[in-house]
């Protein structure tokens, strides 16, 4: 510990749109010093969600409040214990944080920390694929998907971090998957690494179409990340009973709402098919994330999981990283890594 | 028998918007001879319902084929067998049958019928608060609603057929029930008859703001039959968790469709809320019809459930009685009762 500084990205606007990289700036703040019953952590990894654009706004009308601005807007790292005041935790531990991002070091009183194995072997994935995002992925897909072997499963954002875990999931529980993904590039890579039967471009013509060929049978779940036209795209080829768990609208995330369609239309097809819809947040169900972890271990370790990540490297990238996010540039989960 | 006519009303031209009389026509035939394995019933009770218009629209898009022009609509009855030539049934059976109404007299081959007790006091329940109306209420109700003692329920069309019901059934099972309706005398049979706890007339001004009193606690669930602007009052005061089966939207049926709003935005809240929107058919789940009735005969029997018909005498003012429903005319289940 020779570091005598934390350095802190800040919020300093709220994005109009898409963020950029004005939105955020680089502060350089003395080390805070931890009291009576709290830790000092450095954070090694940082993770990165298109969720976080949401908080980004001053909107009452959300599940969180917003970030505040002129300071780090939080959101999931994997940390060091570089000093104790706290019962329970020693210097060196291993912990995840719920809220300690955006900055080289954070202050916690324990609060919400999950501990990792001190010999983990790639402590990010610990935010992916065994952490919340998996998590999200997991949950939204077993709970209101309920896939069945044989049925179809469509997945939004198919080389997302949730998206591809989703889809995952899905193969080994015995549906065909489908993915839909921007380019065709990024598609093969859905189809080849993460092993889904087919995986669509909708930047290419006539998604529809390529869609009614690659799922002939319907679509028995869309598990939704984007809505918009591809949400519209896939509505006509829900079968009876289908399920469509909402995770994410990330089309909509950055103000560009696509697809007015009528809500009446919309209603009328949920009684014509009983199609179930269903938001959901990760944060309500976490009594299941032992049996998430135990089942998630197990895949990974049989080599049948594969947790792709995105890694950026230094605290000073992530607004340009995060941006990106909203332009389709990572594969899998993005991180950004930061020195130990 | 010495009737020799069966008296039918034909589908003529499908309506436009709004149903009216020169959208039928009445026409009598011979009265049909059953063959071998059928029998020759008489209807006396016809069940009218608004899901009937949809049917009556030219659209491959539904759960169910159009009806045919120049023949009988179908539907409900509740028919006494008058010639048997079908193992398993007498003449002098009563019995309820999915779709041979809008007719007086009907052949079936006994696929589908359900028997009655000979000596059931109000036959035309089993049309209403103990066949398929009851049955959707109660099913929407219990397995999507899945009410909790003290939630708050709303229920639109509330002095209708299926919402009288739905409400009840939810004040039975603990619930603070509000109903919303048309017109101040409605709402105040729909308190004082069907006891639910408050019900407001969607017709008078601010109906958002009355909602909000109405409900202080929020909204746990909401018993959809209706969409469009009572939708939209009802929406902003979902909490979290929220259950919405979509039973019906009645004020789309004939074609208007009020309240385009944006998707993203019912999207957007499915997240934010966790709301669980479900479409759902009764004819899914005739599984738990048995479940159904025995609950309801205890309730019915118990003095606990008030069961309202609305009665119109005479086969030949089916249509008008029908245009009716959409205009608010009746309370509780609406019959067209034939002569015995």
Same mark, same amino acid.
């Given at each position: ?73 939080? !959101?999931? +790292? ?11 935790? @020693?210097?060196?531990? &291993? =912990? /995840? ?36 995002? !998996?998590? +999200? ?11 069945? @072997?044989?049925?179809? &499963? =469509? /997945?939004s954002a198919a080389g997302g971090?949730?998206g ?14 489908v993915g839909i993904a921007g380019g065709a590039g990024k598609c093969r890579q859905v ?7 087919d995986c669509l471009d909708y930047r290419a013509p006539d998604l529809a179409g390529r869609l009614?060929?690659a ?10 990340n984007v809505?918009g036209a591809i949400r519209e795209a896939v ?15 990330v089309s909509?995330?950055?103000?560009v709402?696509e697809g ?66 909203f332009e389709g540039h990572?594969t ?9």
């Open positions: 510990m020779t570091e005598t500084l934390n350095r802190q990205v800040h919020l300093v606007r709220r994005p109009q749109g898409a963020p950029v990289p004005d939105d955020f700036r680089i502060v350089d703040h003395p080390l805070p010093v931890p009291g009576e019953g709290e830790l000092l952590l450095r954070n090694l990894y940082l993770s990165l969600d298109p969720y976080m654009r949401g908080r980004m706004n001053d909107s009452r009308d959300s599940y969180a409040p917003p970030y505040a601005l002129d300071a780090p807007p939080g !959101g999931g +790292t994997v940390a060091r214990v570089v000093r104790s005041l706290a019962d329970g935790f @020693a210097e060196g531990d &291993l =912990v /995840v944080t719920p809220d300690g991002g955006w900055q080289t070091f954070a202050i916690s009183d324990g609060a919400g920390l999950r501990r990792l194995p001190h010999d983990m072997a790639q402590p990010s994935q610990a935010l992916g694929v065994l952490g919340m995002t !998996g998590f +999200t992925a997991w949950w939204g897909l077993t709970a209101i998907g309920r896939p069945q @072997a044989g049925e179809t &499963l =469509v /997945v971090a949730v591809s875990v989703a889809g995952q999931v899905g193969r080994l529980l015995g549906c065909r998957v189809v080849e690494e993460f092993g889904f039967d009614r060929t799922a002939p049978d319907g679509v028995d779940i869309y598990f939704e809505g509505w006509p080829l829900l079968n009876n009973d289908a399920r469509v768990p909402v995770c994410g609208l909509g995330y950055n103000g709402t007015a369609g009528s809500i009446h239309a919309l209603l009328m097809s949920l009684i014509v098919k009983r199609i179930r819809l269903q938001g959901f947040l990760n944060a309500d169900h976490l009594d299941s994330f032992p049996d998430f972890e135990r089942q998630m271990r197990g895949w990974l370790d049989a080599g049948q999981l594969r947790a792709h990540e995105t890694i950026v490297d230094g605290l000073d990238r992530a607004p340009t990283a995060f941006a990106g996010l990572n899998g989960k993005l991180v950004v890594r930061l020195p130990d």
